[in-house]
Nanobody, 119 residues
Framework: VQLQASGGGLVQAGESLKLSCVAS????????MDWYRQAPGKERELVATITSGGSTNYADSVKGRFTISRDNAKNTVYLQMNSLKPEDTAVYYC??????????????WGQGTQVTVSS
């Protein structure tokens, strides 16, 4: 499974970005899809999760500003980020739990996309 993330960039505080992550390969099914982020000098943290049924969960720091969604037909997860703050600056990674061929369930990571928010 390959995960290709896109949509990052440089924006000013208060602006918006939408990240996308497409999963490709011999995918039988995808369970949860997540977005993580890692800022310089900090540990990677979970930002948002969406299950196969559409249930979502968010880190307290992004609740009310970020929205995670998915398109199961396209094996794609999105992260709409509004009212961005400088502290949202990080590399954002997508993560999925997928069943592939006869290999069972495994986690896969995207390559990361940089989001930089200037004050």
């Amino acid at each position: 499974v390959q995960l290709q993330a896109s949509g990052g960039g440089l924006v000013q505080a208060g602006e918006s970005l939408k990240l996308s992550c497409v999963a490709s390969g011999s995918i039988f099914s995808i369970n949860f899809m997540d977005w993580y982020r890692q800022a310089p000098g900090k540990e990677r943290e979970l930002v948002a999760t969406i299950t196969s049924g559409g249930s979502t969960n968010y880190a307290d720091s992004v609740k009310g500003r970020f929205t995670i969604s998915r398109d199961n037909a396209k094996n794609t997860v999105y992260l709409q980020m509004n009212s961005l703050k400088p502290e949202d600056t990080a590399v954002y990674y997508c993560n999925v739990l997928a069943a592939v061929g006869g290999s069972g369930w495994n986690e896969y990571w995207g390559q990361g996309t940089q989001v930089t928010v200037s004050s």
